[in-house]
């Protein structure tokens, strides 16, 4: 069981992280809040506990790496690269203006710490196959990648889970963020993609079901997936899509849209921050 | 004149050889690599060859990964898989990333002869040279690309590298003098220019010697790089030749002819005709055949260039 004060550390940052992410949509005028919301406990322990990452020297050699390929949520990202120190947090306030290094979708080439270039789903997933065929060779380093739900419809995540499980990449851990929803409404009513942990498995994957905004379950899931040799893991972790706002929660009409001005002021309360 | 060879015969072997002194060369497939000729390479080298099976997308995505996280990568499969199926994939993984991604597709082109339509690409040119920073080559015979083929794995960046199915006269002594970004007078002439690439600049200096016999004098190019063009090539063409046709195994809306005539409107107009597959589907057949049936044969680059210069 993961110690008190590691759990303390990552609930705060994942609280400071729902913080800005409201904050750059709402200074963007556009964006995805639901879904960046929705993954802030897992980039908080991914980026606060379990990656071996140096912000100092983002292109350290085996270093581990974390690839977004739901790249709408950027702002989860981007909050979390600051929060940990890539960048000043005054960058994000400037998120999808002209001339700045955070695009609406993630770029690797303007960005700190972005691995991968994502927003066409399915794509970061398949580089994080080739990601993590070369941390083999190279003999270091750990890939985990984030995928969302609504991305399971992708033919190609289905080509990359495939050689996944066929190179046996047990230095790739995949993380499903089962939130339910996606642009046009439920997953259930859009295109089933129900079951996500049965499909993983008979990829060759071995995959675990946990709750995705409990931390102690987040970091164990972690490292059971170290501990598994000669597959990748998927940990499919149930989520509430806008998590932490009360009136974003569980509503897909946040899924890409900014909050007014009264809007940002009533998350920031409930999440215990200011404009 | 050596025997014929295929281009993806010299890509093949190219491999071996660069194999044994480049330790960070990737070569992965789908399925195809007896056929796009990386199984010599699979042979010689197994663990660092990936096959990803019949799966063009991830092919693409995962080439990307593995070049980002600092290999050398060359991908193969059919041109039509690699430039039409995955073009999105290449467009965001590999061009938008600018990684080091050599895209070697074979079976270009009509020339790829009896699998018909479904497998004869005419638009993988015009496709790959509107992506940002990559780099088109399309070598003429085997030679060329393996000269060619040793520069674009030598430099960073994304390339997309045509190959061709069938084997093809050698024009270019094996150690010659061809550099990507150059295109190369073979044959010079003063009544027109012949700007071919790939297979047809073998057409068109069979297209020379009859149309000197007629007292024709064309100039012969090998345009192997579509992008970046050469412009001063086209620009000396067109001011001392006054005609430009060119031949490719291509549609003729937006490769070669495209890329040539988007320099000369704005650098040098000048007369142009354009040898290419015509706006429509191919068909089965012999290589040779099909050239002939769709216009894109010796005498259909006579035709043009009489055509133009009266």
Redesign the interface.
């Known amino acids: 069981m993961p110690d008190a004060n590691t759990i303390e550390t990552i609930k705060k940052a994942a609280t400071e992280i729902r913080v800005d992410i409201v904050k750059q949509v709402y200074f963007a005028g556009s964006g995805h809040p639901g879904g960046s919301l929705s993954a802030a406990d897992i980039l908080a322990a991914l980026y606060f506990h379990e990656m071996k990452i140096d912000p100092a020297n983002p292109q350290k050699e085996g270093r581990d790496k974390f690839v977004l390929s739901k790249g709408h949520a950027a702002p989860v990202l981007y909050a979390a690269l600051a929060e940990r120190g890539y960048f000043p947090k005054e960058e994000l306030w400037k998120l999808r203006r002209l001339d700045v290094m955070l695009q609406g979708h993630p770029?690797?080439?303007t960005t700190p710490g972005v691995?991968?270039?994502t927003?066409?789903l399915?794509?970061g997933?398949?580089?994080?196959?080739?990601?993590?065929?070369?941390?083999r060779?190279?003999g270091a380093g750990r890939v985990y990648t984030l995928l969302g739900d609504g991305e399971l419809e992708e033919?190609?995540v289905w080509?990359?889970a495939?050689?996944a499980g066929?190179?046996k990449l047990d230095n790739l851990c995949v993380i499903v963020d089962w939130n339910g929803l996606q642009i046009d409404g439920r997953n259930d009513d859009v295109m089933t993609v129900a079951p996500v942990d049965e499909k993983f498995k008979s990829f060759g994957f071995s995959t675990l079901l946990i709750d995705g905004h409990s931390i102690p379950e987040i970091i164990t899931a972690f490292d059971a997936a170290k501990a598994v040799k000669g597959e990748p893991t998927a940990i499919i972790a149930k989520t509430v899509k806008g998590k932490g706002v009360s009136f974003m929660e569980n509503e897909a009409g946040w899924h890409g849209k900014a909050p007014s001005e009264e809007e940002t002021k009533k998350a920031l309360e409930e999440l215990g921050g200011e404009l | 004149m050596a025997g014929k060879t295929a281009t993806r015969q010299a890509y093949g072997e190219f491999l071996v050889e660069k194999g044994k002194t480049k330790a960070d060369l990737i070569v992965m497939d789908a399925d195809l690599s007896k056929s796009t000729m990386t199984n010599g390479f699979s042979k010689a080298f197994p663990e660092r060859f990936f096959n990803m099976g019949i799966a063009e997308q991830n092919l693409f995505g995962t080439a990307a990964g593995l070049a980002l996280s600092g290999k050398t990568v060359c991908a193969s499969t059919f041109a039509m898989f690699a430039s039409g199926r995955a073009f999105e994939i290449i467009r965001n993984s590999i061009g938008y990333t600018h990684a080091n991604v050599k895209v070697c597709a074979t079976h270009a082109g009509i020339s790829v002869g009896e699998d018909g339509a479904s497998h004869q690409t005419f638009e993988d040119i015009a496709l790959m040279r509107t992506i940002p920073g990559m780099t088109v080559l399309n070598p003429s015979d085997g030679e060329s690309a393996k000269i060619l083929l040793n520069q674009a794995v030598d430099t960073d960046g994304p390339f997309y590298i045509r190959l061709g199915r069938a084997a093809v006269e050698q024009i270019y002594k094996p150690g010659a003098d061809v550099k990507v970004g150059k295109a190369v007078c073979l044959r010079d002439g003063k009544d027109c220019t012949v700007i071919a690439t790939g297979i047809l600049v073998g057409e068109a200096l069979l297209a020379a010697e009859t149309l000197a016999k007629d007292g024709v004098e064309i100039r012969v190019v090998d345009m192997h790089t579509i992008k970046p063009i050469d412009g001063e090539m086209i620009e000396k063409a067109a001011k001392e030749t006054g005609a430009i046709v060119t031949a490719e195994e291509h549609s003729v809306i937006g490769g070669l002819g495209g890329a040539v005539a988007e320099y000369a409107a704005t650098h040098c107009p000048v007369k142009m005709a354009f040898v290419g597959q015509p706006d429509c589907f191919g068909e089965s057949g012999k290589p040779a055949e099909l050239l002939k049936k769709y216009g894109m044969s010796a005498d259909d680059i006579v035709e043009k260039v009489k055509m133009l210069v009266g």
């Open positions: 770029s690797r080439k691995e991968m270039s927003g066409s399915g794509q997933f398949s580089a994080s196959i080739g990601m993590a065929l070369a941390a060779i190279d033919g190609l080509e990359a495939m050689a066929h190179y």
